[in-house]
């Protein structure tokens, strides 16, 4: 259901940008109505909600996910607090004002427009927004490259956006490193912060990224330090969570591994740096489905064999060898295995 869910997004968000794009040339070609076109586009394809989702149902689903203990629990605190205010507001009391934009700190692959993804469903079942949709963009999408298109993009996609979340991904990238330089990231997080103002109850604003970055992002423009006053962490991922959402990732698609090919698994994810370049959860994703490429080519690389003998155990299994082939491809040598213990074959022989 979740893996479905995602592959819909996943178009729902191509179909999105191939509008977005139409919209842009449609636009250089001085066409009139281009962005009335491109907007309508944007509606059919990336805006128009889904079913709400109840909020339980969203819940489990985060509480489903992999580790991430203080993100759950931070979203958790967040909901509690919305659906108070939700519930004062039906007494006539004057809901607390405080906003509900949100910094996402994390290395790349930690789960952070999963969450993003979900908490905007959240919000939506909670009232604070009415379509809880997710729109995710980076500098390339709000930032043009003559002066004049950067606010006509970025109001675009906060266009897009309205009744549901804004996701930036990369967000630092917006401020020109040095000061001074001349930079239409500058300009987008001016037309950010001034849209954000206009339309406070119907816009939320996730800005993500590296950590060590997205400090001096914040610093870089007085307006953002005070609207986005949270921060949500997302750590690393252990060797062990990493094994589960390999797990997950295999389960879900009915693949399974052969006898040694956990070990196999363990020795990769042990392998890996930890930090920015790791790609954590994407990672393990990554290495499935280049372990699913390795077994494809094993099983069909008999010539005496035809693909319609393959029987079930055949297609369901990955073996070690799938996955360790998968990791080189990828740049990754499973760790070597322990060595025997000698002092092991001292006892054994005394
Ligand atoms: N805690 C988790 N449990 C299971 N799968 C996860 C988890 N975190 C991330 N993933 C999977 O890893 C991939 C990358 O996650 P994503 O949310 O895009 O990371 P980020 O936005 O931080 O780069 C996605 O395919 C997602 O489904
Ligand atoms: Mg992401």
């Known amino acids: 259901m979740a893996l479905n869910r995602k592959a819909l997004d996943d178009l729902r968000d191509t179909v999105g940008q191939l509008g977005e794009r139409l919209s842009d040339q449609l636009g250089r070609s001085g066409?009139?109505?281009?962005?009335?076109?491109?907007?309508?586009?944007?509606?059919?394809?990336?805006?128009?909600?889904?079913?709400?989702?109840?909020?339980?149902?969203?819940?489990?689903?985060?509480?489903?996910?992999?580790?991430?203990d203080t993100v759950k629990e931070q979203v958790r605190a967040l909901v509690a607090f919305l659906q108070v205010q939700a519930r004062?507001?039906?007494?006539?009391?004057?809901?607390?004002?405080?906003?509900?934009?949100l910094v996402f700190l994390g290395n790349p692959g930690t789960g952070k427009t999963t969450v993003a993804r979900l908490l905007a469903e959240m919000y939506r079942a909670v009232g604070l927004l009415q379509k809880g949709h997710l729109v995710e963009v980076d500098r390339a999408g709000l930032v043009g490259q003559y002066v004049g298109e950067t606010a006509v993009k970025t109001d675009r996609v906060i266009r897009r956006a309205l009744d549901g979340v804004l996701f930036i991904d990369e967000a630092y990238s917006l401020a020109p490193e040095g000061e001074g330089r001349l930079d239409f990231g500058t300009e987008a997080v001016e037309v950010l912060l001034k849209r954000m103002e206009d339309h406070r109850h119907r816009l939320v604003v996730i800005v993500a990224g590296y950590p060590r970055l997205m400090e001096s992002f914040l610093l870089s423009n007085p307006g953002l330090r005070s609207r986005f006053a949270r921060e949500v962490d997302f750590p690393d991922y252990s060797t062990d969570e990493l094994q589960e959402i390999f797990a997950i990732i295999a389960a879900q698609h009915e693949y399974e591994l052969a006898p040694g090919a956990e070990e196999t698994l363990r020795r990769i994810l042990a392998g890996l740096h930890?930090?920015?370049?790791?790609?954590?959860?994407?990672?393990?994703?990554t290495l499935?489905?280049?372990a699913l490429n390795r077994q494809a080519l094993r099983l069909t690389r008999d010539g005496a064999r035809s693909a319609?003998?393959?029987?079930?155990?055949?297609?369901?299994?990955?073996?070690?060898?799938?996955?360790?082939?998968?990791?080189?491809?990828?740049?990754?040598?499973?760790?070597p295995l322990p060595a025997p213990d000698p002092t092991g074959w001292r006892r054994w022989l005394a």
């Open 31 to 68: 066409l009139r109505g281009a962005d009335e076109l491109g907007e309508r586009l944007g509606n059919r394809s990336g805006v128009r909600p889904g079913p709400a989702r109840p909020l339980s149902v969203l819940q489990a689903e985060l509480d489903g996910l992999v580790g991430l």
């Open 308 to 335: 319609d003998d393959l029987d079930r155990a055949d297609v369901v299994t990955l073996t070690s060898d799938d996955i360790a082939d998968a990791a080189r491809a990828l740049g990754e040598e499973p760790l």
């Open 88 to 101: 004062r507001k039906t007494h006539g009391l004057p809901e607390a004002a405080t906003s509900q934009h």
């Open 274 to 285: 930890p930090g920015e370049e790791s790609g954590n959860a994407r990672f393990a994703r």
């Open 288 to 290: 499935f489905e280049q």
